[in-house]
């Protein structure tokens, strides 16, 4: 695993996004893997300026996201479709039909994650997975546990979790108690994983993807196996 230390959420955005970017100039009608969290959303503001000064061209990208809370429909401002919407889609020009998130209001939701699947596969697969990291270690929303999950599935979500996430809602009770999430196997089938982690809340988590142990109480700690994984992260993070 390659690890890039910064200084500030600042420079670990501009990173980040520029190793998008090389993906997109390189490969114009590449897949995207993209996350939710607040840690990429500096990263999706370095991707909107670079469109707006001509620098980007996302006409023929399609995108992926990692998750979806049950439940939530996409014009809920909680949903992670909102999210993206809100954060990226909206000011960038990827098509809106070559975007595509979990269906959280799915009436068969093993049929949704069984399709979804198969989309990234018919797609071509992900070319760049943007991931955040739970302070737990979770990643999407593959949280830890006995036995991971390979394919995508819907989820219970950890106390831990819900009250981490619970900082976007009112309160705690309206944090969905489960998710629809890409599992390790989708996440490690794209050929390139950027990992980004600020802040202090992050340090034990990356402690522990630091060491040499996989273990499935730190589900990122399973991309020690992936050949091509960049760690971005603060010194906060870093443990420094
Ligand atoms: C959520 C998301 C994850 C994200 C994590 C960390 O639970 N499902 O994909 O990585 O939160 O979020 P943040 O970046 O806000 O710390």
């Known amino acids: 695993m390659n690890y890039i230390t910064v200084n500030s959420y600042k420079e670990l955005s501009a990173k980040a996004a520029q190793l998008i970017a090389s993906v997109v ?15 990429p959303v500096g990263t999706y503001d370095c991707l909107t300026e670079m469109y707006e000064k001509g620098m ?24 992670y479709r909102y999210f993206m919407n809100e954060n990226l889609f909206n000011h960038i ?8 998130l979990l269906n959280g209001e799915a009436k068969d939701p093993e049929a949704e994650c069984k399709a979804y699947d198969e989309a990234i596969k018919n797609a071509g697969g992900i070319d ?15 949280e830890p546990d006995e036995a991971l999950i390979a394919p995508t599935h819907k989820t219970g979500l950890t106390a831990d979790t819900i009250d981490a ?60 196996l992936h050949p091509d994984v960049t760690i971005i992260c603060d010194k906060e993070a870093f443990g420094e």
């Open 93 to 100: 020009d990827i098509p809106m039909e070559n975007t595509h």
């Open 128 to 142: 760049i997975q943007v991931l955040g990291i739970g302070r737990n270690g979770h990643i999407a929303f593959n």
């Open 25 to 39: 100039t390189l490969k114009p009608d590449c897949v995207l893997g993209l996350a939710t969290g607040s840690s």
């Open 165 to 224: 996430n619970s900082r976007f809602f009112e309160s705690a009770d309206l944090v969905p108690k489960y998710a629809l999430t890409m599992g390790m196997a989708s996440i490690f089938g794209a050929r390139k994983i950027i990992l980004l982690a600020n802040g202090a809340s992050k340090a034990q988590a990356v402690k522990e993807l630091r060491n040499d142990e996989i273990k499935t109480s730190n589900p990122s700690t399973l991309l020690k």
């Open 56 to 79: 980007l061209d996302f006409s023929k990208v399609t995108s992926v996201n990692l998750d979806e809370y049950v439940g939530l429909s996409g014009d809920n401002d909680q949903s």
